[in-house]
């Protein structure tokens, strides 16, 4: 119900995607005559499909792919389609491996048809739910010519609310692509789950879902869908709906009806892809995704996906952003800038050479620790220690969601800007407890000195260091805070520090 021109003029879309095989069956040459900008009445990107779409619907088009790739070139497309095979949802790995051989041969035989240079063409990658296949696939169309790739056959899987699938099929695919070019998602048409798709790096991806939920009489919103008769009230503002009441578009005939729809989803759609776009020019895009996933149970569960990921992700990620990082629990673990730090640490962090002595503290309520108003007591402890004492202690603080921050790294980015959300769940607390034990197992300290906080810690932290200075052999050192006791627990301390090298074990 809304046209090219509008699109652009009206709601701010630059590119739109129309099917070749559809114009074709029902206009033959008239849009060759006109010019496919013009008979489109749009000055935009225009990117064509194939009809591997209706392949999928229908089994056959009746069309060849020499065909459609000459029609396409003829319609002028400034991105246009091979005539691929989609790869079902339901169906065998024997029926899926074909689709691929058949989309690959398709692939290679296109380079000697087209006739064309100044069309961008998408090499679709398939496979479907079998991650060998797409990564066989992708592996395959990189080696050609293509200037953009597609994640082929993820409209099913959108559809039946499989996120968690869809996760994996565009990471595999991803994996084995040229970084360089884009990819896009087909059928991605619901602004709760764009978030996820361009975190996952989908640069484009389309659908026509605003108008088919229109036309069912549902109200779409960046946190989920809404039947028309089921609201009330409406929960936006865009032009449409901050002037009308549910119960008068209800009234409305039914032509009019789906319009005011289809123009109200087109507003949310634009105004989440502009809120992704500050979101990452913020440095906020995780954040934003995650709060989109709380929307619905299978998108948590495709964020949950995330962690067997996690490498790929952060070798790809910037490794400082204009903001700090919000952690709300251990579904911020994956993030790309926890993984970089833990990698990072183990990789090429080493104690200072004199260090002997392991002084561990936990995170304060300000950052950066070593000058929060909780270290100054430790700090003038540290101070009156011998010298030779002195030099061979080594502070750091065990910090979720980081796990061992060395003190001389603690105003390092992110270390000091960041959030977290206490208490703390159990796996973060894990993780940091395995952390820190890692960091000691993978050190040469001759003694380790906890200050614990039960109050935040339940002693998992305790016990997982307690473990491993018994494995290595080393005396372990545990005082719990109190405040209570805090001038007693300080003595204590300075006796335990205040050693000579010679007396540490």
Sequence with gaps: PISPKRLKEEFGFEAVITNAYILWK??????????????????????????????????????????????????????????????????????????????????????????????????????????DLVAQSAVEMSKLPFQI?????????????????????????????PVERPLHLFGAGHPVMFSL?????????????????????????????????????????????????????RAQPAKEREVFLAEHNLHVCQAELNRIKQAIRDGRLWEHMEMRARSHPALLSALKKLKNYENFIEKQSPIVKRSGLFFFDSYDLSRPEVVHYR???????????????????????????????????????LKELNSESRRTVHVCFYAAPFGVIPIELDEVYPLSQHETALPLDKESMD???????????????????????????????????????????????????DVKRQKAILTRLEIILDKKPSEQS
């Design 197 to 249: 798709a361009v975190a996952l790096g989908c640069d484009l991806f389309d659908s026509a879902a605003y108008a088919l939920y229109a036309r069912e009489n549902r109200y779409m919103t960046e946190n989920g869908t809404w039947r028309l008769s089921e609201l009330d009230y409406f929960p936006c503002q865009c032009p449409k709906c901050s002037g009308n009441k549910p119960k008068d578009v």
């Design 431 to 481: 993780y940091v407890a395995e952390q820190v034990a890692n960091y000691v197992k993978r050190s040469k300290y001759r003694e380790v000195v906890l200050l614990h906080d039960p109050q935040n810690w339940n002693g998992i932290v305790k016990k997982a260091l307690r473990k491993m200075c018994l494995l290595k052999q080393i005396p372990f050192e545990n005082l719990n805070l």
């Design 149 to 177: 790739h597609a994640l082929g056959s993820p409209t099913e899987i959108m559809e039946s609310y499989r996120f968690d699938v869809l996760v994996e099929m565009i990471l595999t695919a991803k994996m084995h692509l």
């Design 26 to 131: 029902r206009y033959k040459d008239k849009p060759m005559e006109q010019g496919l900008h013009s008979f489109l009445s749009f000055d935009g990107a225009v990117m064509t499909d194939s009809g591997a779409y209706q392949i999928l619907v229908y089994g056959n088009v009746g069309v060849s792919q020499k065909e459609i790739i000459n029609y396409q070139e003829r319609l002028g497309s400034d991105i246009a389609t091979i005539l691929d095979i989609p790869t079902g949802w339901k169906i065998t790995k024997n029926q899926a491996t074909e689709t691929v051989k058949e989309t690959l041969r398709r692939a290679k035989s296109f380079f000697e048809n087209k006739k064309r240079d100044d069309i961008l063409w998408v090499g679709p990658v398939q496979g479907g739910r079998y991650l």
């Design 343 to 381: 990698n990072r640490l183990q990789e090429y962090y080493l104690p200072p050479k004199s260090a002997l002595v392991l002084l561990l503290l936990p995170q304060t309520s300000s950052k950066p620790f070593h000058k929060a108003r909780e270290f100054k007591k430790i700090k003038e402890i």
